[in-house]
């Protein structure tokens, strides 16, 4: 059985834990966590939104999201 986008991601959160949207994209092949994210918590899914700051190879800063099932 495949699983859908949307399958990948809750059992990530549960199983894993937290995930940002670089995971989602190499380890899932997803490019639209937040939608997802978004679906999840419309269906009555706790997930917390941490904003992360890093800096890129330029070393300009970047802000990035990171989801946590708050349980």
Not at 22 to 28: G, I, L, N, S, T
Not at 42 to 51: A, S, V
């Amino acid at each position: 059985m495949k699983l859908t986008q949307k399958q990948k991601v809750l059992r990530h959160l549960k199983e894993i834990g937290a995930i940002t949207p670089v995971q989602a994209f190499f380890d899932y092949s997803i490019m639209r966590l937040a939608a997802i994210v978004f679906i999840l918590k419309d269906e009555g899914y706790n997930i917390k939104t941490t904003i992360l700051k890093s800096e890129n190879k330029f070393g300009e800063p970047v802000r990035y999201a990171q989801y946590k099932l708050d349980q």
